[in-house]
């Protein structure tokens, strides 16, 4: 077999519902369509955690990163007056003993490059950690648009992108591609935001527009090239979208029909989009249900590839599963002691088949859904299920305990009237930027200035 070359786009904070292909009717996403009928849709792709440095530490190194004790984005949030526990002390970079993605695809006779967001730490960085080629223009950038640029830089790395897939098309290359977009604060060409002035945030969909339209100019370049039946493509999301106001943006997105967003255990917060696509060895028009996790990627690829599977990784490959075989069930768990700028309270969670365990760390709490009928983990069945939920509860300790994470102590400054006021009197889990009427709207804008104000109370 000849060996395939990799191109690898992760996007920022693009949720579940955000492209046409999986349901987003409103959005214009004809290329990544496109890519998904020649490859296969994955519709129960996870994040390791719902937030960007987490999730980015998970996929890039194929642990866990509750036991990274890198669990939430960089350099994290301070603690407030309105927590009822304490964030643990996190770490700051993954260090160079943990092994990281380029350096097993180095092993394995690929050339590496790196182009975008890392987020992993700034010292070191992805040159440090094993990239041959890096163009890493920060953790953050946003351009004006114009005829040849759209607000996120979008045609900017994916530029960077194509000239090192050309300067390495006779040999074998992994490109990895970490775009900025959705994430906010976010703008677009004003003729996209036009055409799309009837979806839900025309700006925001004219972004996404923007970026379907970069995942073109790769699927084109691969084609002008000859490679595109050599390249597994593979396109993905670092966790769930914005679906709360912050940062100036009042409507961001929605990840109907699941709960909440960016920031929390809960479905919305922790499914991702997933294409992947590899002519004449992943299927074309197939959609996968079957869960697997971001830390699975280093195996996958490396399977796929035809190198060994290195031991010791918390991912398992499922290149089985993508070449037309099944994905074994398996348990999934998540750790996330931390509060966040989105609402989101410390808790843990747990997926067992159809069924979800979210337990609560600031109070004595689990939640139980039944997936196959509450997608939208609408009612908590805990108490119908006594036995179920102490099973589950039980086994998200050991799993805890086996990765020796970290844990939330008591907060002795905590105002309790601050948190009952952010957290009990509006739970902006539980709100729905879809459904949500003008009442609704006007309670979670002034949940979101409450939230800003305590923020700067640290």
């Not at 669990?71 to 964030?87: A, C, D, E, I, Y």
């Not at 992108?161 to 906010?184: C, D, M, Q, S």
Request: hydrophobic content about 30%; charged content about 25%; overall charge negative.
């Amino acid at each position: 077999m000849t060996v395939p070359n990799i191109v690898f786009v992760l996007c920022d904070d693009l949720g579940i519902n955000d492209l046409h292909c999986y349901g987003r009717d409103e959005h214009n996403t004809p290329y990544l369509d496109k890519l998904a009928a020649q490859g296969t849709r994955l519709t129960s792709a996870y994040a390791s955690q719902a937030i960007c440095s987490a999730s980015r530490t998970g996929l890039l190194t194929g642990l866990n990163p509750a036991r990274l004790h890198l669990t939430t984005f960089l350099p994290g949030r301070p603690n407030t007056v309105s927590q009822r526990v304490l964030h643990p002390e996190i770490m700051m970079h993954v260090p160079l003993t943990v092994k990281s993605f380029p350096r097993y695809f180095k092993e394995a006779g690929y050339v590496t490059g790196f182009i975008g967001k890392w987020h992993i730490g700034k010292e070191p960085g992805p040159k440090e950690h094993g990239f041959d080629y890096v163009y890493h223009p920060g953790e953050g950038k946003n351009t004006v648009p114009s005829e040849t640029e759209g607000g996120k830089a979008e045609y900017e790395l994916t530029r960077e992108t194509i000239k090192f897939i050309e300067t390495n098309k006779n040999r074998p290359f992994v490109a990895y591609l970490g775009h900025y977009t959705p994430h906010i604060p976010y703008s677009a060409k004003q003729f996209l935001i036009d055409k799309n002035r009837n979806a839900f945030e025309p700006v925001y969909a004219a972004l996404i527009e923007t970026l379907d339209d970069t995942i073109g100019m790769l699927i084109n370049k691969l084609k002008e090239l000859q490679l595109t039946e050599n390249t597994i493509f593979v396109f993905t999301s670092d966790n769930g979208g914005l679906h709360v106001p912050e940062g100036g943006h009042d409507k961001v997105t929605h990840n109907t029909p699941y709960r909440a967003g960016k920031g929390y255990t809960y479905e919305g917060g922790q499914r991702v989009p997933l294409i992947v696509r590899w002519p004449g060895h992943v299927p074309e028009g197939r959609v996968i249900d079957a869960p697997v996790n971001n830390t699975d990627w280093i195996p996958t690829l490396l399977e796929l590839t035809g190198a060994p599977v290195p031991p010791g990784l918390d991912g398992v490959s499922f290149a089985n599963g993508l070449l037309g075989g099944n994905i074994p069930e398996r348990k999934l768990f998540w750790h996330f002691p931390h509060y966040t700028n989105q609402g989101g309270r410390p808790s843990g969670a747990m997926r067992d088949g159809n069924w979800l365990l979210v337990e609560l760390y600031d109070e004595d709490k689990a939640e139980l859904y039944d997936l196959s009928i509450d997608s939208g983990e609408h009612q908590d069945i805990a108490e119908q299920h006594p036995g179920r939920v102490t099973s589950m509860c039980a086994s998200l300790d050991r799993w805890r305990n086996e990765n020796k994470v970290q844990y939330n102590v008591p907060n002795p400054d905590c105002d309790k009237e601050e948190y009952k006021r952010l957290y009990v009197d509006t739970d902006p889990s539980k709100f729905d930027p879809v459904l949500a009427n003008e009442v609704e709207w006007n309670r979670i804008r002034k949940w979101r200035k409450g939230m800003d104000e305590a923020c700067l109370k640290n």
